[in-house]
DNA sequence: AGAAAGCCTCGGCCGC
DNA sequence: TGCGGCCGAGGCTTTC
């Protein structure tokens, strides 16, 4: 589920931590995957306070007296405080709780408690996490940034779908985003980047910040113009034709073969 | 039954 | 022709 929108709004969920002092922490063994042990992080967390919170595209940072927290949220993954979300709609399909699907957190001095509800076990905890792997932030990409996010070195470079969806190059965008963004602009998922000429490129930037704006606005990922149409058999909202579906980039593509070239 | 809004690894092959 | 690195495919995991 959880895109750049939805992080940030864990983000902001985390926030009232700030200032906590963490008594323990669990992780199981697969939300502890790329960690050396589930212990590893109840011994990092131990004691350790919760001076600020950021974030980079879809890894949520804890920032700590000590060393730094970071939490990705795979597909299903939702951060909770107290059982609360902080925020309307944005629980993964059937929008329920269930205690077995908790799989870790942090338990704070004054009685809260911090945990990341994950379903199909795609959330990991890492301790201090590589952030400069990441490429710019979604929600504050310049046009400079994302020149050279399309900038391909040999070759014709892959498919603008593939680079949008590369987290090294810019960070935050998923699948719907990726498809919303090429859908404004009118551009074909599968163009190479390197065949996208100036007034696509403009296009698509322009409707990438505003994607990120009016989607965040409108409450997450999933509020896209396009989701209408993202269903077997769907129609192009804007000119009624046929939508097209494919792999592209690792994921399920929609997009509309007539305003979308 | 098959697909799912993320991420990681691996192998093939592109292009210098 | 050799090789480093890019890129796409596939797997993970569980649910509906």
């Known amino acids: 589920m959880p895109e750049v929108l939805e992080i940030e709004s864990y983000r902001r969920l985390a926030e009232r931590v700030v200032g906590?002092?963490?008594?323990?922490?669990?992780?199981?063994?697969?939300?502890?995957?790329?960690?050396?042990?589930?212990?590893?992080?109840?011994?990092?967390?131990?004691?350790?306070?919760i001076t600020g919170t950021s974030r980079r595209g879809k890894l949520l940072v804890l920032e700590t007296d000590t060393v730094p927290l970071g939490v990705r949220f795979g597909m299903t993954g939702v951060l909770l405080v107290d059982g609360d979300a902080g925020l309307e709609g944005l629980f993964y399909g059937?929008?329920?709780?269930?205690?077995?699907?908790v799989r870790g957190g942090l338990e704070l001095d004054d009685g809260r408690r911090l945990v990341v509800h994950d379903p199909r076990r795609l959330a990991r905890v890492e301790i201090d996490p590589d952030v400069d792997a990441l490429g710019e932030d979604a929600l504050t990409l310049t046009r400079a940034q994302f020149d050279r996010v399309l900038a391909v070195t040999r070759g014709d470079g892959p498919a603008i779908?593939?680079?949008?969806?590369?987290?090294?190059?810019?960070?935050?965008?998923?699948?719907?985003?990726?498809?919303?963004?090429?859908?404004?602009?009118?551009?074909?998922?599968?163009?190479?980047?390197?065949?996208?000429?100036?007034?696509?490129?403009?296009?698509?930037?322009r409707a990438f910040t505003r994607t990120v704006a009016s989607l965040g606005r409108r409450g997450g990922s999933h509020t896209g113009d396009h989701m209408v149409a993202r269903v077997p058999e769907g129609r192009c909202p804007r000119d009624g034709a046929p939508?097209?579906?494919?792999?592209?980039?690792?994921?399920?593509?929609?997009?509309?073969?007539?305003?979308q070239r």
């Open 243 to 259: 939508m097209a579906v494919a792999t592209i980039g690792g994921r399920t593509t929609y997009w509309c073969p007539v305003h």
């Open 94 to 101: 059937p929008h329920q709780f269930r205690e077995e699907w």
């Open 161 to 205: 779908k593939a680079r949008l969806l590369d987290q090294s190059r810019v960070a935050g965008v998923g699948n719907l985003l990726a498809d919303e963004m090429l859908f404004r602009a009118g551009v074909d998922p599968r163009t190479p980047v390197g065949r996208l000429d100036e007034d696509q490129r403009r296009a698509l930037f």
């Open 20 to 49: 906590a002092r963490v008594l323990s922490g669990w992780a199981d063994a697969y939300l502890a995957r790329k960690l050396v042990s589930p212990e590893a992080w109840a011994v990092a967390v131990a004691g350790r306070r």
